[in-house]
């Protein structure tokens, strides 16, 4: 596994990411690796073009779908 050196961290963003990795019962190593991770899983391309597929895929069924909650609301009203 690769290994990453992170220099001149601010001292208030270091003692939040420490508190943050004990509060959730991490290692502040532990911690940061997860929050790396999930940084890099995002790809935004990506995730725009499967937005905007979905998107199509609505548009194609006739267009936005309707508030589910304001049907439950005048269901109720009858």
């Given at each position: 596994m690769a290994?990453?050196?992170?220099?001149?961290?601010?001292?208030?963003?270091?003692?939040?990411?420490?508190?943050?990795?004990?509060?959730?019962?991490?290692?502040?190593?532990?911690?940061?690796?997860?929050?790396?991770?999930?940084?890099?899983?995002?790809?935004?391309?990506?995730?725009?073009?499967?937005?905007?597929?979905?998107?199509?895929?609505?548009?194609?069924?006739?267009?936005?779908?309707?508030?589910?909650?304001?049907?439950?609301?005048?269901?109720?009203?009858?």
């Amino acid at each position: 596994m690769a290994q990453l050196l992170i220099r001149n961290i601010d001292d208030d963003a270091f003692a939040r990411m420490k508190a943050r990795a004990k509060a959730r019962g991490r290692s502040l190593q532990a911690e940061t690796r997860l929050i790396l991770e999930q940084a890099a899983a995002v790809d935004p391309d990506e995730a725009w073009a499967k937005i905007d597929a979905f998107r199509a895929r609505i548009e194609a069924t006739g267009g936005p779908q309707t508030d589910s909650a304001a049907d439950i609301r005048e269901d109720r009203d009858r």
